[in-house]
């Protein structure tokens, strides 16, 4: 049994900043692929940042250069700072930890619970 524990959620000034960890549990899994998702009330969910076991990174347009996402391999977690936040910032925020590449499909991918983001004006 996999999870995916995050934290670090919460309510920040616009401007401020906000750490977020995504923690993932279980035996015999190593995250390949981690990576970060928002979803606004009434809007699709979508990606954030991303970051492969290599250490390559992508971002969202809206988020470069305020969000940088990494990973502990050792922990077996993956970080998103996010700096300069704003209110179009403010969301349900979700990990997402994919593993074992099966040519066309990930076999092990999973989602975290959700973690509140809201950043006032």
């Known amino acids: 049994q996999v999870q995916l524990v995050e934290s670090g959620g919460g309510l920040v000034q616009a401007g401020g900043s906000l750490r977020l960890s995504c923690a993932a549990s279980?035996?015999?899994?190593?995250?390949?692929?981690g990576g970060w998702y928002r979803q606004a009330p009434g809007k699709q969910r979508d990606l954030v940042a991303a970051?492969?076991?290599?250490?390559?990174?992508n971002y969202a347009d809206s988020v470069k250069g305020r969000f940088t996402i990494s990973r502990s391999n050792a922990k077996n977690t993956v970080y998103l700072q996010m700096n300069s936040l704003k209110p179009e910032d403010t969301a349900v925020y979700y990990c997402?930890?994919?593993?074992?590449?099966?040519?066309?499909?990930?076999?092990?991918?999973?989602w975290g619970q959700g973690t509140q983001v809201t950043v006032s004006s």
């Open positions: 970051i492969n076991s290599g250490g390559s990174t």
């Open positions: 279980g035996t015999d899994f190593s995250i390949n692929i």
């Open positions: 997402n930890a994919k593993s074992g590449w099966a040519g066309s499909r990930w076999i092990y991918d999973y």
